[in-house]
């Protein structure tokens, strides 16, 4: 129990093992990030399970922490629901952050309506882009944009970065596919691009066991798939990258891997969307989802790959600064948000 009304904690809450936007943002609005991920049960149930534990371990956590303010991620919808419930209790008022597969309607029109009531009792929405800012304000709702999360890696992190798990051919160019395996990446034609370029390397990146496992044993021999790497290991695998991946065959979705690249000074190649056009304005190449496509991208980045670096470079100070003014400007808003009953604020 806090001392007195004036002690205040926040709190990030995201349903998954690992989510480096939540940590980044957590730590930029002072929320102690909280990962809930209970082990997975066996038997068609397992995902339901897995939610009612988490929504028994969330619960729990803010009735013991009592937290001043709750961020939460919307992936899935209903850690968001909790936060309401909770926040009906006890007043507690909620932010959301939203994935942009939450604005997936084809896989979730059934949560529209309930998406559409958590976000006018929220105290404020986080979006990615202009597009999904429109839809939640014309909700009713209040949402500002946060598209680009630079990430903080280190110059101690990046020195100590290893590659033990994998072992890299320096004389043969490399390049990394961020993936976890989800419904909207390329994944085939990536592979098809790399069978058409025997002299690069592939790596691709996520837990083997969300992939498609015909995909993966028809793979070419120049395709490594790394499984989920710890952090260390991954970003050494990007710095000894000429260039990362990061693809998505849906509009208005941005690519946590190109931000990651971006931090770390590397190339991208991206979906050629408006949206990643506009975020990813220097240090990267943009490509149409078909193997020819994405083969052409490759090779040009590789023979423009010293360009694209400092254009990388440039383009990481200036949204570091610019996230920087971004966070100073919410933060009386976020401020005004403690101490003040949900109720208040709906």
Known sequence: KRANAGDRMRLFVTWAQHARRSSELGKRFGARPV?????????VTSTLHRYVQSSILTFRLFRQERPSLIFVLNQPIFLVL???LYSQIRGCPYVIDHHSGAFNYKRNRWSVPLLRMLCRHAALSFVTNE??????QEWGASATIIADVPFEFSPSMTRSARLTQIRIDEQVP???????????EPLHEVLEAARTLPGIHFYITGSLSRADRSLVVRAPLNVTFTNFL????????LLASKAVLALTTRDHTLQRGAYEALSLGRPVITSDWPL?????????????NTPKEIAE??????KREDDLVREALLLRAERRHSFARLVEDLEPELRSFEG???????
């Open 35 to 43: 990962f809930v991920y209970p082990r997975r049960s066996r038997g």
């Open 82 to 84: 909790i936060a309401y």
């Open 131 to 136: 597009h999904h800012l429109k839809i939640v």
């Open 174 to 184: 490399s390049v990394v596919m961020v993936s976890t395996f989800s419904r909207d």
């Open 230 to 237: 710890p952090d260390d290991e991954y970003i050494a695998l």
């Open 276 to 288: 990643l056009r506009e975020v990813f304005s220097r240090g990267a190449t943009y490509t149409r």
């Open 297 to 302: 991208a490759v090779n040009s980045t590789l």
């Open 340 to 346: 003040v009953k949900i109720g208040a604020l709906s």
